[in-house]
């Protein structure tokens, strides 16, 4: 957990990509993993029938909560980001196999992003946002497959869907429908509106 956070926002979150969206922007945070059994989670709510927005939606706010028992006082910022593609969940790779494995299955097809921020303070959550965006993949071939795992590395295993829009991934698709920043890992529009709302930001 944090201990004496500089902030009245906090970001319930270990993702990088998240950390450079919101710092980017100019806001002012602390952040700390909420240390949140993703994996349980999500077979638990597959199991119960959940919707993959839904289940975004649940870890997003669970991730937030668990900060918020600790700080109270403070804005936490939840979120999370599912991949669904013919039915499947997608999760993060596990290694370079799996990232290859993961692209191979998205080859020419389209997928969803079911992108989930929330806000908590007071150990309840205050605000929330869903949106969803659609990728499609091109039929790449496999000497580019090659070539964009061996430049772009074991970055793209941070990467629920083993890709970087914002980097050599772009080469992967040949159709993207839905937010920039949601695609990246973070609804950061509607959540700075939120954050002006409450004079967080500027208005």
């Given at each position: 957990?944090?201990?004496?956070?500089?902030?009245?926002?906090?970001?319930?979150?270990?993702?990088?990509?998240?950390v450079k969206l919101l710092t980017d922007a100019g806001l002012e945070f602390d952040h700390v993993a909420p240390n949140v059994d993703e994996e349980e989670v999500k077979l638990s709510l597959q199991a119960a029938g959940a919707s993959a927005a839904g289940t975004a939606v649940a870890l997003a706010e669970l991730k937030a909560l668990r900060i918020s028992r600790e700080c109270p006082e403070h804005y936490i910022i939840g979120a999370d980001q599912m991949l669904e593609c013919g039915g499947i969940w997608f999760d993060k790779p596990v290694d370079m196999t799996h990232a290859r494995a993961h692209l191979s299955a998205l080859r020419g097809k389209t997928h969803t992003l079911q992108n989930a921020v929330c806000v908590a303070k007071g150990n309840a959550i205050i605000w929330h946002h869903v949106n969803e965006a659609n990728l499609s993949v091109r039929k790449f071939s496999d000497e580019f497959l090659d070539s964009y795992l061996e430049a772009s590395?074991?970055?793209?295993?941070?990467?629920?869907?083993?890709?970087?829009?914002e980097a050599q991934g772009a080469q992967l698709f040949n159709k993207v429908e839905g937010d920039f920043f949601s695609i990246l890992g973070l609804p950061l529009l509607p959540l700075l509106d939120f954050l002006r709302g409450h004079r967080i930001v500027l208005p």
């Open positions: 957990m944090i201990s004496n956070p500089k902030s009245e926002v906090i970001l319930a979150s270990s993702s990088q990509s998240r590395g074991p970055d793209i295993l941070h990467s629920v869907g083993a890709y970087q829009l």
